[in-house]
């Protein structure tokens, strides 16, 4: 096997909701994300970090119009690598998740399925971690980001 350089988990996603704790619980119970930070204010969730088994994490508080950073909930589209999407396919499923896209092998060579979340937000997942970059110094080197999330 070709070990390959890709790209690493830097860019973390933050959604806003209105129902920021039912989302942060879609995301673990249907997902798989694990809740590494949580702190709230009230009923409002202020900050949170949902850790990607495979690498990245995204982050979630609740929706506030007064913000600076104030967007509109649900308008998203993430993409979430996975290396086993048939066994992610099967948790969604089993959580009567909202599937946009079946199961599906793509002419690109991933295998790939897409869910809504009860934001409206739009996951897709897949084996697809974008192509890799060039080696430094022809070297070909893997970087692996399970379980250093």
Do not use: C, K
Not at 54 to 76: K, Y
Not at 89 to 98: C, I, Q
Not at 100 to 111: F, K, M, S
């Amino acid at each position: 096997m070709e070990n390959r350089h890709y790209p690493p988990a830097g860019v973390w996603a933050g959604l806003q909701s209105r129902d920021a704790r039912g989302l942060i619980t879609f995301l673990s119970d249907a997902l798989g994300f694990t809740v590494h930070a949580l702190y709230g204010e009230g009923g409002a969730v202020v900050h949170s970090e949902l850790l990607w088994p495979e690498g990245g994490l995204v982050m979630v508080s609740s929706w506030n119009g007064d913000s600076p950073w104030a967007r509109e909930p649900g308008s998203a589209q993430l993409n979430v690598y996975t290396h086993d999407p048939d066994t992610l396919f099967r948790l969604v499923s089993a959580a009567d998740a909202d599937i946009i896209q079946e199961l599906t092998d793509t002419d690109y060579g991933a295998r790939s399925f897409g869910v809504r979340d009860p934001d409206g937000n739009l996951w897709a997942s897949s084996t697809y971690r974008g192509q890799p970059l060039p080696a430094p110094d022809d070297e070909l080197q893997d970087v692996n980001f399970e379980g250093h999330a």
